[in-house]
């Protein structure tokens, strides 16, 4: 039976619990080459725990689930800079810049037993426990950690809906596994609505939690199990601010209980002295207990930890064989750790039996597919999507099945806008549910209703509640008197009304399109010529007035930006933006100033997504992702040259803080696998590809149909930074871009690099890549 104290009382270290456990073989293939712990310093906002590609589950270590004042810092459970952990939970987003979840927390413990989390700053005040890095092994698929204060090593890994677990106990302490169904990560009094937690007649725990995060009303349920017979378990209900008048069930103590409800459910789960380690595999569902136990009986057979662990590296083995590259060693860790982080999400979101949990919270059943969820679509819709139809085209299926079942679930009828495990949050801006569906059809995806993604694309592009969509419809804007980042919203929303023509064209139906290239062309009342910004209308039809183009910040006229960097977002029509300011020598000129202007970063202080600046440009939030490619569309594609070189110099290094922000759920790291390519999606739903500079002397894309595409670089170092030639299977490309279909044809793409620039090389009007309006120089 445990004992439960008030203070601490540290065990010892043992030796034999600091060494690791089991014959797990020595790692091969590009699963070794990945460091999961870049991105868990500063603003990166990754995790380095256990999961396999787009897996349900996501066990890793937390170091806080601080409240959410505080909870920037901490959005994906674990900063690399703290010394203590809290234990494991099942649960993350890999680098978002809001957060939630950090469900079913689970921490061993040797010896006595704390209920509370405890003080950082007064170690064995709790639960909590110190821990080193060097004794931190992290792998895809696997992490390992020796808890200083139990003297317990830890380890972790993944299937696509279990955790497993492994704990090594010092010999001759009492060995524990404590749950806490309280913290949540992004935490605050009052979110845990309901939960309970009951122990099965054969051992089983289940329980399930409902939260009202950032999405209201979330439940999740688990099932877990020990390898390890239980000697005993106490269940509490530490609830203390509001006090149950209803009747008391069996039991009256925690050790009595078979089952416990409330909001602030713990369990403690003892099993003496152990002389073997403890497995624990954990499963969970967004239905039920009953189909977490039916995902648990059907993916978690066995104790076979050492197995699993295999099961994980190879899942990520063959999802990154898909790209092998000649590089360096840190440019290989840096290149597939962001391949990596471009493959964990979306995820999966549905049970064996295929039931989900959809944005109405009802209960629905996926038919011949899988329904996928965690959807940062402001972000993701720029290039990990593309990449996803590049590199995992038969996934793209999935994805859009699952956009449209969204749609078809949604109270509102309409596409999800920021959505996880079902449910909608409302966040960020635009219906970029929009661009993904479009982009994957018009590169020739198919397996899915494109007629019922079309009537979804518009739905949602047409519902006049959302975020002043009704105003746009009218005045061909949005006023910023009647609805926030007004600015933002007008340029976001013409760029998805581009892609809606896009596939409206590619399937025939004209009218739609039509509709929809009038729209695209909103960007234009944004524009203010006077000033040469995109700015804020109201609805009389005046720009909003005062106007300071360096302003940045929530209820501006931009959504996380300012001016500076927002001037910029046409991608559909670059070739229009360059006219309307005035040409080439005007746009370049312009262009130039964003990068080399002199700016304090305090100036964004109060904005904490704007990172990794060069100038005004912030590589670490998505508004800049496609700034240096522009100058392609000008006739000038030495200087995108140049620009990448600074930007893959300056916000990508192989080590914790090397992401200059927030992975946004792995758009950073896509932006970083197409600029080392050669080639950057500029406008998804376009089939085109602006040409930057490749960063690899050679790359081979493994194709889903079985052909490669090659691209080699020579002479490729720092004294050869420009391009001088490029060839396509042998021929002259006089071109500064790709068709989609070149790549899947196979082939190689050669880049003759030299130490000045090129600056003949793309310069007429067809060797732009291609806009809306036709180029006027």
Known sequence: M???????????????????????????????????????????HTFPGATVPFGMIQLSPDTAMPDFKHAYKWAAGYQYNDSSLLGFSHTHFSGSGHSDLGDVLVMPIAGEVRLEQGDVAKPGSGYRSRFSHDSEKVE????????????????????????????????????????????????????????????????????????????????????????????????????TDVPYKGFKGPGYQ???????????????????????????????????????????????????????????????????????????????????????????????SMDVNGDYRGPDNAVHRAEGFEFHSTWSLWDVY????????LLQPHRSVDFVRSLIAAREASPFGILP?????????????????????????????????????????????????????????????????????????????????????????????????????????????????????????????AFREPFNPDTAGYGSDYTEGNAWQYS?????????????????????????????????????????DITGLIGWYAH?????????????????????????????????????????GNDDLGQMSAWYIFTALGFYPVAPASDEYAIGRPFLSRAALHLADGKTFTITAAPLDDAHPYIGTVTLNGKPLDRVYLHHGEILAGGELHFTMQAEPNRSWGQSAAARPSAMSAYKP
């Open 254 to 348: 925690p050790e009595d209980k078979d089952a416990e409800q409330g909001r602030a459910l713990v369990g403690v789960f003892d099993f003496g002295a152990l002389k073997q380690p403890l497995g624990v595999k954990v499963s969970i569902s967004s239905v039920s207990e009953a189909n977490a136990i039916a995902n648990l009986d059907s993916e978690g057979k066995g104790w076979d930890f050492d197995a699993r662990r295999a099961e994980a590296r190879s899942a990520w083995d063959k999802v990154l064989a898909v790209i092998d590259i000649d590089a360096p060693k840190d440019q290989r860790t840096s290149f597939y750790t962001s391949l990596y982080h471009a493959m964990l999400s979306p995820t999966l």
């Open 620 to 660: 670490g939030n998505e508004p800049s992702h496609h700034l240096a490619y522009l100058y392609d569309y000008a006739g000038a594609p030495w200087q995108t040259q140049k620009r990448l070189k600074q930007i893959m110099d300056s916000q990508y290094v192989p080590r914790p803080d090397g992401l200059a």
């Open 382 to 389: 720029r290039a990990q999507q593309p990449l996803m139809v």
């Open 140 to 239: 895809a698929g696997y992490y390992a950690v020796t808890l200083s204060d139990y003297g317990v090593r830890a380890e972790l890994t993944a299937g696509r809906r279990v955790g497993w677990h492994r704990y090594t106990f010092p010999v001759g302490k009492p060995a524990h596994l404590l749950l806490d169904l309280r913290p949540s990560i992004y935490d605050y009094q009052g979110k845990v609505l309901w939960s309970n937690l009951r122990v099965q007649e054969d051992g089983t725990v289940t329980g399930c939690r409902q939260t009202r995060g950032w999405a209201p009303g979330r439940e999740l349920c688990f099932a877990m199990r020990f390898s390890q017979p239980l000697q005993s378990r106490h269940l509490f209900n530490r609830e």
């Open 568 to 608: 910029w977002y046409v991608p559909q029509d670059v070739a229009g933006l360059i006219t309307a300011m005035g040409g080439d020598d005007v746009f370049v000129k312009k262009l130039d100033s964003v990068f080399e202007a002199k700016v304090d970063p305090s100036h964004f202080a109060n904005v904490e």
């Open 417 to 541: 806008v920021w959505a996880y495990q079902g449910l909608e949050t409302w966040c960020m801006i635009g219906y970029h549910a929009v661009p993904v569906i479009a982009d994957a059809y018009v590169k020739g995806i198919r397996g899915f209703d494109a007629d019922a993604a079309m009537k979804a694309m518009v739905a949602s592009a047409t519902y006049a509640p959302y975020g002043g969509l009704g105003e746009y419809m009218k005045l061909g804007y949005v006023p910023i008197d009647k609805e926030p980042e007004g600015a933002s919203k007008t340029l976001e929303y013409a760029y998805d009304d581009w892609s809606i023509a896009r596939m409206a064209k590619a399937m025939g139906r004209d009218d739609i399109a039509a509709t929809f290239d009038k729209r695209a062309g909103n960007w234009r009342n944004a524009y203010d010529p006077k000033t040469g910004f995109m700015r804020a209308r109201k609805t009389d039809g």
């Open 2 to 44: 445990a004992k439960f104290l008030s203070r601490a009382c540290l065990p010892a270290l043992l030796a034999a619990a600091v060494s690791m456990t089991g014959h797990a073989a020595t790692p091969a293939g590009h699963a070794a080459e990945v460091d999961p712990r870049i991105g868990t310093g500063g603003d990166g």
